[in-house]
Nanobody, 125 residues
Framework: QVQLVESGGGSVQAGGSLTLSCAGS????????MGWFRQAPGKEREWVAH???????EYAESVKGRFTISKDNAKNSLYLQMNSLKPEDTAMYYC???????????????????WGQGTQVTVSS
């Protein structure tokens, strides 16, 4: 069974940085896309960024220029480098894999079949 395990969350002050890691499997990193989502209390799960199996990357406008998604196939891992963090970035962050090499709409959470347990990011002002 494919599993994803996130790590790297924590508490930082505004303007600080964190790097999230997601340990997956050799199958997950070959999926059509792997992505990061976040969910703040009382809000819906929000797409942050994803990376296609061919290396193309897309970001949500709210994080573009501040966050960097990357993948290391040799380590079966996905990363999210977060810089210039803002209080509104506070959320539980989830790693996800599409679970298929076929096409999905990678910005949509419901399209993903494999999820990690989440890691909390808290940014104080």
């Amino acid at each position: 069974q494919v599993q994803l395990v996130e790590s790297g969350g924590g508490s930082v002050q505004a303007g600080g940085s964190l790097t999230l890691s997601c340990a997956g499997s050799e199958y997950a990193v070959k999926d059509y896309c792997m992505g990061w989502f976040r969910q703040a209390p009382g809000k819906e799960r929000e797409w942050v960024a994803h990376i296609f199996s061919d290396g193309r990357i897309e970001y949500a406008e709210s994080v573009k220029g501040r966050f960097t998604i990357s993948k290391d196939n040799a380590k079966n891992s996905l990363y999210l480098q977060m810089n210039s963090l803002k209080p509104e970035d506070t959320a539980m962050y989830y790693c996800a894999a599409s679970g298929t090499e076929g096409w999905i709409l990678c910005q949509v959470a419901d399209e993903y079949n494999v999820w990690g347990q989440g890691t909390q990011v808290t940014v104080s002002s």
